[in-house]
């Protein structure tokens, strides 16, 4: 069974810029659904109950054909908000550290130019979706994905998500996304995208 991880930081602690009460909903209803909608789904299944979420999702064939589609939007839901949590908090550094920052200089030119690159990716993605900088290979890549499809399920791994369903913003920022997105890069956590990267380079040794 799957089951909702607790955010590590209070609804609150976002403040002002995701403020309280969307992340008390994005949290408790919509993640919380997605969790509960792919228990559902997978009922009896016990092999892939008790997988990872992230594997389960970088797996999709290992899925019977009928479920997924399910897996693909319910799985993805609860893959992708695992991560965005993760991606943020109240305490972030300005910047990214000297490796990640190497790093993005050396596939973006330099840290405003990957920032607007970012910002423009999750502004242009058309209707619900998710913006990412992704690892392919040896480089890092923008890329946005319609719905709850994870970069997974291509075989790239997301190490910065955003959310830019309405549903991550409506209740503060109305239909002002690129508001949102901009208050949003104000709480990225920076080091757990370079954990993140490390994790995917170590995967790749292996
Ligand atoms: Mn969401």
Redesign the pocket.
């Known amino acids: 069974m799957f089951s909702l991880p607790p955010l590590p930081y209070d609804y609150a602690a976002l403040e002002p810029f995701i403020d309280t009460e969307t992340m008390r909903i ?1 949290h408790t209803k ?2 919380a659904a997605y969790v509960q909608n792919l228990n559902d789904a997978l009922k009896g299944k016990e092999d892939l109950l008790n997988m990872d979420i992230f594997e389960l999702i970088s797996n999709l064939k290992k899925v019977p054909e009928e479920l997924q589609t399910k897996v693909k939007n319910q799985g993805g ?1 609860h893959a ?2 695992s991560l ?1 949590w993760k991606l943020m908090t109240p305490k972030p550094a300005k910047t990214p550290s000297h490796l990640l920052m190497s790093l993005i200089k050396k596939n973006f030119k330099d840290f405003k130019e990957f920032q607007e690159e970012f910002s423009a990716t999750a502004m242009g993605r058309f209707g619900s979706g998710w913006a990412w900088l992704v690892v392919h290979g040896k480089k890092l890549e923008i890329i946005d994905t319609p719905n ?1 499809e994870s970069p997974l399920s291509s075989g790239l791994t997301p190490i910065l998500a955003l ?1 830019v ?1 309405e ?2 913003y409506y209740l503060r920022y109305q239909n002002r996304r690129a508001e949102y997105i901009d208050a949003w890069w104000n709480v990225v956590n920076w080091e757990e995208v370079e954990n993140l990267y490390s994790a995917a380079q170590k995967k790749k040794t292996k």
Do not use: I, L, S
């Open positions: 994005h919509h993640h839901g992708n908000h965005f709850q959310d369903w549903h991550a």
